[in-house]
């Protein structure tokens, strides 16, 4: 009889290294492709946070470019002095002044054209004048009264009117790019412009012609080396620039840091044909992998609109894409060669430590069940040595990348809201102010009517009471009556002075002003009454502080009436303090202290009203501050006022600095005013 032999059944031990090893080969390859694809991941999203966060630097480093020539030729356009020029006939003075402001602004080009849009003066090209500028949008626009700011596409005859230098800078040969779109042969005759356009207005308000200029953007490579300075601080990879900026006219770079293989840079080379239909024909914002010139880069392309909202170019800022992937390579390959020797040293040591590899696999479930469950503020900890602990590493380095990516999205969302919140609340500011206005200007029309409605009765009333007490005798009884009358007559006519000057308005006489000297002055006017006789007047006047555009008369109205105000609230006692300081945002402050009795928090919000007043009867008719007000706001500034009941107020008075052109001849005039 035979006998069936049966095979040994492997041990418990076998069964278990076995298994373990199918086990942790399984978990170890899953956990590497799984970690690897996070590295690759976040590595990218790195990547292409880093676009975004250039392309916001680059983007405010070109809107503030455009702000700045924006604000010069707003400012020198606005200023008398051109309009002065311009009334003396005196062309070789007005001639240095736009070259002086052209050159100290960096201009490539500032001209002033006549109310027709023919061209007065060119500060490049004195001889160059008479042609007709008025196709030009941003000219039009100015001419209409409204200033305005922005890219431009302008015909090479229009450059070479400015300056020929600027006709020959703008011409680009266009150069065959791989992926572009077809055709684009030759070159480009055109240039994109940074322009800006004002109205110049006449001492009656009439505008009497327009001031443009700006800078040609081919060939200008400030701002592209500028942004890749700032953000890319010069870092290259395998030989080559990491960081990329550019400028386009339509689809062709006219200012690139991009290096050809030659080592030039890229002028007139090409967009591809994916990103010119998304931004230029679509008008929209790309990011993604774009070929650049001769290499793959991490790209964002953002649309440059003209006033008119057509788009003229592009900004472009890329990082190179092969600096990143080798970082991902090397972190993959790492990672993959650090857990294949983990593996291979525990599938060594296996059999004499079988017992000690639940628990830390237990440690390891336990804590990706915390993570899923949103807990990250843990680590995996593992006693033992080898692949785990390698894995635990790897799972710890991991947690620490989410969780200060989920940091940074927190503060993130907390500067969004602070952002929110001090925009609304500037918001809700001018809103007020805007309403203040409004209604200032309504109640100023309705007084003006009612004024001189109630102005001829009036005086009537006056010339017959006088004419009828000339009549009656000292002892007549009814002499008393009429005395009262006549008093009440003349309160009445006071009353009616003010709604006409509160109406009225008039547009102020502007000139350079130092502002400590107007409060020196109106200071010395009322500090010899009596009511100043018990007041401490506390000066901290900034000796450095800078001039102001202003009419003196009415200036010295609005300080004389917060003077005034503030020495009533004292009751002719206490401390008067007189601030003045240069802000920041381009104001100059002026701030009158008080230690009175202040205003009730449910008034502040009416003290600007004509005709209201916390002052009792008889001391005042509540036109003072209104017609502040409308002095204020006609020279472009506000009145801000701070209280506290039984403390005092400050009332601070904020008026926009005057151009820098302005402030020698203001200095000059104060030094001979002196």
């Known amino acids: 009889m035979k006998v069936k032999l049966r095979s040994r059944p492997p041990s418990i031990k076998a069964r278990l290294i076995t298994s373990y090893l199918v086990i942790l080969f399984i978990g170890g390859l899953t956990t590497s492709i799984v970690g690897s694809w996070i590295v690759s991941t976040t590595i990218m999203a790195q990547a292409r946070r880093m676009v975004d966060h250039s392309m916001a630097m680059a983007r405010t480093i070109y809107q503030h470019q455009a702000?700045?020539?924006?604000?010069?030729?707003?400012?020198?356009?606005s200023g008398t002095t051109i309009a002065r020029y311009l009334e003396t006939g005196t062309r070789s003075g007005l001639q240095g002044y736009l070259d002086t402001v052209r050159r100290q602004s960096g201009f490539d080009f500032l001209t002033l054209v006549s109310p027709a849009g023919r061209v007065l003066l060119r500060a490049t090209q004195p001889a160059s004048a008479g042609d007709d500028v008025s196709w030009v949008e941003p000219v039009r626009h100015a001419l209409a009264g409204r200033p305005v700011a922005g890219p431009l596409v302008v015909p090479a005859a229009f450059l070479a009117a400015e300056d020929p230098a600027l006709a020959a800078r703008a011409r680009i040969r266009l150069v065959p790019t791989p992926r572009a779109r077809p055709g684009g042969e030759g070159e480009l005759t055109s240039g994109l412009v940074l322009m800006s356009a004002a109205p110049v207005r006449g001492p009656d308000g009439s505008i009497v012609g327009a001031l443009y200029g700006g800078i040609l953007l081919n060939r200008d490579f400030r701002m592209v080396d500028r942004v890749w300075e700032l953000v890319f601080k010069g870092e290259r990879f395998d030989g080559k620039d990491v960081g990329a900026v550019t400028l386009f006219q339509d689809d062709v770079r006219i200012a690139t840091t991009v290096k050809t293989a030659g080592g030039e840079r890229a002028i007139g080379t090409r967009v591809s044909e994916e990103v010119y239909q998304t931004v230029l024909a679509g008008g929209s914002v790309w990011r993604g992998r774009a070929f650049v010139v001769n290499d793959w880069y991490i790209s964002a392309y953002e649309p440059l609109r003209d006033s008119a909202g057509r788009v003229v170019g592009m900004l472009y800022v890329g990082l190179l894409e092969k600096a990143y992937t080798s970082i991902r390579d090397r972190v993959i390959l790492s990672f993959f060669g650090i857990a294949s020797i983990g593996f291979l040293l525990i599938a060594g040591i296996t059999y004499y430590i079988i017992g000690s590899i639940t628990r830390p696999i237990g440690e390891l479930v336990q804590a990706t069940r915390q993570i899923a469950a949103g807990q990250f503020d843990q680590e995996v900890t593992v006693h033992s040595s080898g692949e785990l602990a390698l894995l635990a590493e790897s799972f710890n380095a991991m947690l620490a990348s989410l969780r200060k990516m989920r940091s940074d999205l927190e503060e993130w969302?907390?500067?969004?809201?602070?952002?929110?919140?001090?925009?609304?609340?500037?918001?809700?500011?001018?809103?007020?102010?805007i309403a203040q206005a409004e209604r200032l200007a309504s109640l100023g029309k309705l007084s003006a009517g009612v004024a001189h409605e109630i102005n001829n009765p009036l005086g009537a009333v006056l010339a017959l009471t006088a004419l009828t007490l000339e009549d009656l005798k000292p002892d007549?009884?009814?002499?008393?009556?009429?005395e009262e009358v006549v008093r009440q007559a003349e309160r009445c006519r006071n009353i009616v002075r003010g709604l006409l000057e509160f109406a009225r308005q008039s547009e102020p006489h502007v000139e350079p002003l130092d502002l400590n000297r107007v409060v020196e002055e109106t200071l010395g006017l009322v500090a010899r009454q009596s009511m100043f006789f018990n007041i401490?007047?506390?000066?901290?006047?900034?000796?450095?502080?800078?001039?102001?555009?202003?009419?003196?008369?009415?200036?010295?109205?609005?300080?004389?009436?917060?003077?005034?105000n503030a020495v009533q609230a004292m009751e002719e006692k206490g401390t008067l303090t007189l601030t003045s300081r240069a802000t920041p945002d381009g104001f100059v402050e002026v701030s009158i202290t008080d230690t009175g009795c202040g205003i009730p928090p449910d008034k502040l919000g009416r003290i600007f009203d004509p005709f209201f007043t916390t002052k009792p009867s008889g001391k005042g008719v509540g036109l003072g501050l209104s017609i502040a007000y409308g002095i204020v706001t006609k020279h472009g500034g506000d009145i801000r006022v701070e209280s506290e009941v039984g403390k005092g107020s400050t009332f601070t008075v904020r008026l926009p600095v005057a151009p820098a052109a302005t402030q020698p001849a203001a200095t000059e005039a104060g030094e001979q005013a002196s």
Do not use: C, W, Y
């Open 413 to 433: 969302g907390r500067t969004l809201e602070d952002k929110v919140r001090q925009r609304t609340e500037e918001l809700v500011a001018l809103h007020d102010r």
């Open 536 to 564: 401490n007047v506390v000066k901290d006047l900034d000796p450095e502080l800078p001039r102001v555009l202003g009419d003196r008369s009415q200036l010295q109205q609005v300080f004389m009436n917060l003077l005034i």
């Open 476 to 482: 007549d009884p009814a002499r008393e009556n009429l």
């Open 67 to 77: 702000d700045d020539i924006h604000r010069t030729v707003t400012l020198a356009a």
